[in-house]
């Protein structure tokens, strides 16, 4: 099965969770992605370990919260093999 559509629907959940928890913090992430891994959001469906460090770094003690909200949109992607991979490591 092509992860393609997966990835694009996950990251695209993660940028939604992101610019409703404001635009301020939305562009610290941004920010923090191209200046510590020379990355885009994008580019954190292989690399999730990227996310987390930026997340717990911007949203400290709501960096659970936020990983909540991203699986509530999930719905039945959350049981494919590439997306439990990527939250074992962002809930790591």
């Known amino acids: 099965m ?32 191209g200046s ?13 370990e990227y996310l987390k460090t930026v997340l717990k770094d911007v949203y400290q003690e709501d960096y659970s919260s936020m990983i909540s909200q991203i699986r509530s949109h999930l719905g039945e992607l959350e049981g494919d093999p590439e997306i439990i991979a990527f939250f074992k490591i962002m809930e790591s």
């Open 2 to 33: 092509d992860p393609e559509p997966y990835k694009i629907a996950l990251i695209s959940y993660v940028e939604l969770v992101l610019m409703r928890s404001g635009d301020v913090n939305y562009h610290r992430v941004l920010a923090k992605l």
């Open 36 to 48: 510590l891994f020379d990355c885009k959001i994008i580019d954190c469906y292989d690399h999730p």
